[in-house]
């Protein structure tokens, strides 16, 4: 089988790289020339267990090329971004739009062309068949159309697209069965087969859940710090609890999909997603809330007017050097507009201007953890207390247990310490 997978992020090129692992021919197709010619040298962009290993591999077996343009294919998979508009919230399908009117000339009947790229309800059959339609296809009929959305975990991604269970979303029931067809070479977990609109809204939903859930543990942290409660005492207490699976709460919630797929069932009934909304914007407000805290703490644990700030990591996620959406970014820019020196951290992003841990952390009045990553966990306290003007510690992600007693620590349990 011959697969085009348009977009080669962190979810179009493990896709592709998986398709290319099981005999498939695979052309993985971006906009970034540099990405392309980097891909068609074995140099992987994403930092994903496995990943490097099966591209390469496919590179000098032939099974996989990277191009600027689409080519013919039996399947064409869109994974390209699916921002938000901020003026309605709604989703932005201008690159899946884009994407689809890109392999039009090379669609021949017979093909399946499948969005992975999360879009609102109804976007499939609103939006993308009519622009198969217009080039004469008859979606069912000779071509065929689906959304079949991932559910990955970064840092897990290889394992989970072919374990995981997959939603496959066709715009009729043979469509259905052609998309199921295709992720059938590699997904091991069950296929679910339903209609487009059920499966673009079930994805929105899996992450609004999630979103919902944290803005619930957010809530619950603010309320402790006014009337002097550990709330992570009290998240761990309440999910004794068989029932109860309270989410941990953190400075914000970046990654692409809890941070933006919300908006898009928002923004299809915004009089009746109220909870929804709130979830939102009580995650939004975090950053705000995160700086406002570390400058309370420097206010009340130091002598110094505008002391230096480390942040330890500014991925969205442990362990990745994915940093979309990530709340770090607007911790960072409040802070420096409030005229704070800030260095940066992060031993999983590749920026020529973050620091060494030693060097973001020279003559730092607090440093302040922002991700959860594992070498964070088990911190040199000896570095910290030779290199920082004060020792102090402001874990937000709750992953520091019993530092040194010269070292003070804060996280979202103890913020009524301050």
Do not use: W
């Amino acid at each position: 089988m011959k697969v085009c997978v348009v977009g080669q992020g962190y979810i179009g090129l493990p896709t592709a790289a998986l398709f290319a692992k099981n005999d498939c021919d695979v052309i993985g197709v971006d906009i970034n020339k540099k990405m392309i010619d980097d891909l068609n040298n074995g140099i992987i962009h994403i930092e994903e267990p496995g990943i490097s290993e099966i591209i390469n591999k496919a590179i000098k077996e032939d099974r996989y090329h990277a191009s600027l343009e689409p080519k013919p294919a039996d399947v064409f998979i869109i994974t390209v971004p699916t921002p938000y508009i901020v003026e309605n919230l709604g989703c932005d399908l201008s690159y899946v739009i884009n994407a689809c009117e890109s392999i039009i000339d090379y669609l021949e009947e017979g093909n399946t062309v499948i969005i992975e790229s999360t879009i609102a309800p109804g976007s499939t059959e609103e939006s993308i068949k009519p622009i198969l339609e217009k080039s004469g296809f008859i979606v069912g009929e000779t071509i065929y159309l689906a959304h079949c959305p991932e559910r990955v975990l970064p840092g897990q991604i290889m394992y989970e697209l072919v374990n995981n269970n997959r939603i496959i979303g066709g715009v009729t029931k043979k469509c259905t069965e052609k998309a199921a067809e295709t992720y059938g070479i590699f997904v091991k977990g069950k296929l679910f087969k339903t209609e487009a609109k059920t499966a673009e809204l079930s994805k929105c939903m899996e992450n609004t859940f999630r979103d919902v859930n944290i803005a619930l543990a957010n809530e619950l942290t603010k309320i402790c710090s006014k009337i002097g409660v550990n709330a992570l005492d009290v998240i761990e207490l309440a999910n004794q609890h068989p029932r109860v699976n309270i989410h941990n709460p953190g400075p914000g919630v970046g990654g692409h999909c809890l941070a933006i797929d919300p908006y898009f069932i928002y923004s299809k009934d915004p009089d009746d997603a109220q909870i929804i909304k709130l979830a939102r914007d009580t995650n939004n407000s975090m950053p705000q809330f995160t700086a406002n805290k570390t400058k309370l703490i420097l206010q009340n644990h130091t002598n110094e007017y505008k002391p230096k700030i480390s942040i330890l990591g500014v991925s969205y996620k442990g362990n990745t050097g994915d940093t979309r959406e990530s709340p770090a970014f607007e911790i960072i820019s409040t802070l420096k507009k409030e005229g704070f020196t800030i260095n940066i951290h992060d031993p999983h992003v590749d920026n020529e201007k973050y620091l060494s841990f030693e060097n973001a952390l020279k003559d730092s009045s607090i440093a302040l953890i922002l991700a959860d990553h594992d070498e964070f966990k088990n911190l040199d306290y000896n570095i910290i207390k030779t290199n920082m003007k004060y020792p102090i510690l402001f874990d937000t992600k709750n992953i520091i247990k019993n530092p040194p007693k010269d070292i003070k620590l804060f996280n979202f349990g103890n913020l009524d310490k301050i």
